[in-house]
């Protein structure tokens, strides 16, 4: 609606998603203390200083692992608490050791500013990153927002609203006893969510699509590789029934979801034939 605002005359939005795949042979093991992880970077309003204070305010034997970005005047915060071990700074690392960071860790903790009530439609890529990673997520967001509603709904983790130092002790408590008690088994999703939450691309055909183009698309497929599942529907009108024909493309197959990849398909086999999902 912004941008509308701004006068651009055609707006489109293409949805984060999940990539399980990308969790393929990483695995969990169980630690001998809690391991609360965040990965990413700092701009903006972001600040873990909330969950510093509330971890340092605590009981909690719990280690925050930050990997990434962490501002220095952060890091200076930080000491004045004296949480020590308790806290882990971690740089920059190739995507494949976060993600295994990730998997290993017993929660993970996302952090997403109020920033004057902007934050609330904010379903950033790290939402869906750490919902593959199936463990728990301690969630500091705004707790009417998009990331707050999508965790509830996959039962992942707890929201916490961003600088509610108070609730956000009382969830590290929560996940302490947990812990303790040996209930953070991980958050595995159910196959009806991953496929909805699958970052994954829908191809639409009518019924009586000739051969010559089912052949042309995967032609088209096979120039725009890339790592996207696809899956194709026919769309079939039988009298007063309307019936709808699901396929998912075979796994050798992944496309690149450029903008001409979507022309390209749309103009073989008409507009609105492409949707990507999340």
Same mark, same amino acid.
């Given at each position: 609606?912004?941008?509308?605002?701004? &006068?651009?005359?055609? =707006?489109?939005?293409?949805? !984060?998603?999940?990539?399980?795949?990308?969790?393929?042979?990483? $695995?969990?093991?169980?630690?001998?203390?809690?391991?609360?992880?965040?990965? &990413?970077?700092?701009?903006?309003?972001?600040?873990?200083?909330?969950?510093?204070? /509330?971890?340092?305010? @605590?009981?909690?034997?719990? =280690?925050?692992?930050?990997?990434?970005?962490?501002?220095?005047?952060?890091?200076?915060?930080?000491?004045?608490?004296? %949480?020590?071990?308790?806290?882990?700074?971690?740089?920059?690392?190739?995507?494949?050791? =976060?993600?295994?960071?990730?998997?290993?860790?017993?929660?993970?903790?996302?952090?997403?500013?109020?920033?004057?009530?902007?934050?609330?439609?904010?379903?950033?890529? +790290?939402?869906?990153?750490? %919902?593959?990673?199936?463990?728990?997520?301690? /969630?500091?967001?705004?707790?009417?927002?998009?990331?707050?509603?999508?965790?509830?709904?996959?039962?992942?983790?707890? &929201? =916490?609203?961003?600088?509610?130092?108070?609730?956000?002790?009382?969830?590290?408590?929560?996940?302490?006893?947990?812990?303790?008690?040996?209930?953070? !088994? &991980?958050?595995?999703?159910?196959? /009806?969510?991953?496929?909805?939450?699958?970052?994954?691309?829908?191809?639409?055909? +009518?019924?009586?699509?000739?051969?010559?183009?089912? $052949?042309?698309?995967?032609?088209?497929?096979?120039?725009?590789?890339?790592?996207?599942?696809?899956?194709?529907?026919?769309?079939?009108?039988?009298? @007063?029934?309307?019936?709808?024909?699901?396929?998912?493309?075979?796994?050798?197959?992944?496309?690149?979801?450029?903008?001409?990849?979507?022309?390209?398909?749309?103009?073989?086999?008409?507009?609105? @034939?492409?949707?990507?999902?999340?």
């Amino acid at each position: 609606e912004e941008l509308r605002a701004l &006068g651009a005359a055609r =707006v489109e939005t293409i949805s !984060n998603g999940c990539d399980f795949e990308d969790f393929a042979g990483l $695995e969990y093991t169980r630690s001998t203390r809690l391991r609360i992880t965040h990965t &990413g970077s700092f701009f903006g309003r972001r600040s873990p200083r909330p969950i510093l204070e /509330a971890l340092a305010g @605590s009981d909690v034997d719990a =280690v925050l692992r930050f990997v990434g970005d962490f501002r220095a005047a952060d890091r200076d915060f930080a000491q004045t608490l004296g %949480l020590g071990d308790r806290l882990e700074l971690h740089p920059y690392l190739p995507r494949r050791e =976060v993600l295994a960071i990730q998997k290993d860790s017993e929660a993970l903790l996302l952090l997403i500013p109020d920033s004057g009530g902007r934050g609330r439609a904010v379903l950033s890529a +790290k939402v869906f990153e750490y %919902l593959a990673a199936e463990r728990p997520i301690l /969630a500091a967001v705004p707790t009417d927002g998009a990331a707050a509603d999508l965790i509830r709904e996959t039962g992942a983790g707890t &929201g =916490v609203a961003p600088d509610d130092v108070d609730g956000l002790r009382a969830a590290l408590e929560n996940l302490d006893a947990d812990y303790r008690g040996g209930r953070l !088994n &991980g958050t595995p999703l159910s196959p /009806a969510l991953k496929e909805r939450l699958s970052r994954g691309v829908r191809i639409r055909l +009518k019924g009586t699509c000739p051969r010559e183009t089912i $052949e042309a698309l995967w032609e088209l497929m096979a120039i725009h590789r890339g790592d996207r599942p696809v899956a194709v529907e026919v769309e079939m009108n039988g009298g @007063s029934r309307h019936v709808i024909v699901r396929a998912e493309v075979t796994q050798s197959i992944r496309v690149r979801t450029s903008e001409q990849f979507v022309a390209d398909v749309e103009q073989l086999c008409g507009p609105g @034939s492409v949707t990507i999902h999340s």
